[in-house]
């Protein structure tokens, strides 16, 4: 599993509620990304990392931040959430240092209801 | 930025026969071809890569070709088995970053 644990794995919220999400890894990697799966469009990035406090946005960022204030943990926020950001949310890290060939090693995912 | 698309959306075989998925995309700087694998409820796991400098690479039952020139990348899954059953997601690596952009994929079905 390279080492990723995503929590919660499954959260119900209500709108406008703020939302955290953690993603944490042992193998002090590089970069971690947070994506988004949803039927029909299949897995969309959302904000990634490329070192402690580096981040850049994805293509679908809007309602969403994150923050990388250690290697170990990537967290993704939801100021307010709505309905739209029911999904399943996949962090994931690039195994670069193994094999240098971007292969992405994901968490088990954090199942998101927002009522 | 990359767009990927990825056809069919949905794909059923008999057990035995061979599996075809295509996936498209729009920038030629991307260099990194990956396909990944997901059983229903888990996680998306890597089956076979192809770097733009190659242009085919098997691994067993399943094979990846690339087409640089029409921007185009296939999966093939011969003799599929019922643990063949799975979605399967197309993707291309741009930037120094690593992004990746994803195709929305294929729900592959093999039946008995």
């Known amino acids: 599993d390279a080492g990723i644990t995503q929590s919660p794995r499954h959260k119900v919220t209500e709108t406008g509620t703020p939302v955290t999400l953690r993603c944490h890894q042992t193998e002090n990697h590089r970069y971690m990304y947070w994506y988004r799966q949803d039927p029909g469009h299949g897995l969309r990035l959302i904000h990634y990392?490329?070192?402690?406090?580096?981040?850049d946005k994805g293509e679908v960022s809007d309602g969403y931040s994150v923050s990388r204030s250690k290697t170990e943990d990537f967290l993704l926020t939801l100021e307010s959430a709505t309905s739209s950001q029911t999904s399943v949310y996949f962090c994931?890290?690039?195994?670069?240092?193994?094999?240098?060939?971007?292969?992405?090693?994901f968490g088990e995912g954090s199942r998101l209801t927002v009522l | 930025g990359e767009n990927v698309e990825q056809h069919p959306s949905t794909l059923s075989v008999q057990e035995g026969d061979s599996a075809v998925i295509k996936c498209t995309y729009s920038d030629s700087a991307s260099n990194y071809f990956p396909w990944y694998k997901q059983e229903l409820g888990k996680r998306p796991q890597l089956i076979i890569d192809i770097r733009s400098n190659v242009g085919e690479k098997k691994d067993q039952r399943i094979a990846v070709t690339l087409n640089k020139t029409a921007k185009h990348f296939s999966l093939h899954i011969t003799e599929t088995q019922p643990e063949d059953s799975a979605v399967y997601f197309c993707?291309?690596?741009?930037?120094?970053?690593?992004?990746?952009?994803f195709g929305t994929g294929t729900r592959l079905q093999v039946t008995l």
């Open positions: 994931a890290i690039r195994a670069a240092d193994r094999r240098n060939t971007g292969e992405l090693f």
């Open positions: 990392s490329y070192g402690v406090k580096d981040t």
């Open positions: 993707a291309a690596h741009t930037g120094t970053a690593s992004k990746l952009t």
